[in-house]
Structure formats: structure tokens, C-alpha cells
């Protein structure tokens, strides 16, 4: 009986090692899965804040472009918010830059000639 003894000791030590080969192989799987998923995020997470610098590097540009190449900081700077905004966009003066375009409000009187207003002199260097 040594011998049957002997077998059925290989085989419950054969069947513990298959159960621990895979409980390992289900520990490795659920690592990778959760590596994957982590850096899925992180990956996520970068493009979503490289998105958010090409579209800030996008409008630097048009704002350097619509000051006539000058890119100082007033040009391409953040624009000021709360107590610092008085009203009105530097953007919408830029797309009615042309003369007349800008409407009057009913109670206005139209405008006089005046020799020192420079407001619809285009100062760019051509």
C-alpha cells in the first residue's frame, strides 16, 4: 500500500500546485486589468489637459495674429475677469473693426465730424 499511498500524495500535492498556479494566473490577470484601466485613465486624463493647452496655444496665436503680430502680453495674455472686465470684448471690437459697422443705440445722436477722432484709423504699418 506504499505505493497507492504514495500516488495519492503526487496527486493532492499535483491538484494544490494547479489550484495555486491558477489563483496566481487569476492575481496576474486582475493586475493587468487594473494597470491597463489606470493608465487608460492617466492617458485620458493627459489628453484631456493637452486638448485644453492647444486650444489656449490656438487662441495666443489668433490673438497675436489679430494685433498685427505683435505678441506682447497685453495682446496674448489671459483676459481679466470680474472687476477687471468694464463691459465690452476686445474680441467683438476686433470683428466690427470695419467703418459704420458699429450701430447706434436709438436715444445716439449721430455722430459729428470730428477731426481728432482716430477711432476708425487703421494704425497698422502696410
Same mark, same amino acid.
Given at each position: 500500500?506504499?505505493?497507492?499511498?504514495? $500516488?495519492?500524495?503526487?496527486?493532492?500535492?499535483?491538484?494544490? *500546485?494547479?489550484?495555486?498556479?491558477?489563483?496566481?494566473?487569476? $492575481?496576474?490577470?486582475?493586475?493587468?486589468?487594473?494597470?491597463?484601466?489606470?493608465?487608460? /485613465?492617466? *492617458?485620458?486624463?493627459?489628453?484631456?489637459?493637452?486638448?485644453?493647452? #492647444?486650444?489656449? $496655444?490656438?487662441?495666443?496665436?489668433?490673438?497675436?495674429?489679430?494685433?498685427?503680430?505683435?505678441?506682447?502680453?497685453? %495682446?496674448?495674455?489671459?483676459?481679466?475677469?470680474?472687476?477687471? /472686465? #468694464?463691459?465690452?470684448?476686445?474680441?467683438?471690437?476686433?470683428?466690427?473693426?470695419?467703418?459704420?459697422?458699429?450701430?447706434? !443705440?436709438? %436715444?445716439?445722436?449721430?455722430?459729428? !465730424?470730428?477731426?481728432?477722432?482716430?477711432?476708425?484709423?487703421?494704425? *497698422?504699418?502696410?
Amino acid at each position: 500500500m506504499r505505493t497507492e499511498d504514495a $500516488l495519492a500524495a503526487m496527486r493532492a500535492k499535483l491538484a494544490s *500546485l494547479e489550484a495555486e498556479s491558477t489563483a496566481r494566473s487569476g $492575481l496576474l490577470d486582475r493586475s493587468r486589468a487594473e494597470a491597463m484601466a489606470e493608465s487608460k /485613465e492617466k *492617458l485620458d486624463k493627459q489628453a484631456r489637459v493637452q486638448g485644453e493647452v #492647444f486650444v489656449r $496655444l490656438q487662441e495666443r496665436s489668433r490673438r497675436a495674429k489679430a494685433a498685427g503680430g505683435w505678441a506682447t502680453e497685453s %495682446t496674448v495674455g489671459e483676459r481679466p475677469s470680474g472687476e477687471m /472686465e #468694464f463691459g465690452f470684448d476686445d474680441e467683438d471690437s476686433a470683428h466690427s473693426n470695419s467703418p459704420g459697422s458699429h450701430a447706434r !443705440h436709438a %436715444t445716439q445722436p449721430a455722430k459729428q !465730424h470730428d477731426d481728432e477722432d482716430y477711432e476708425d484709423k487703421d494704425w *497698422l504699418a502696410t
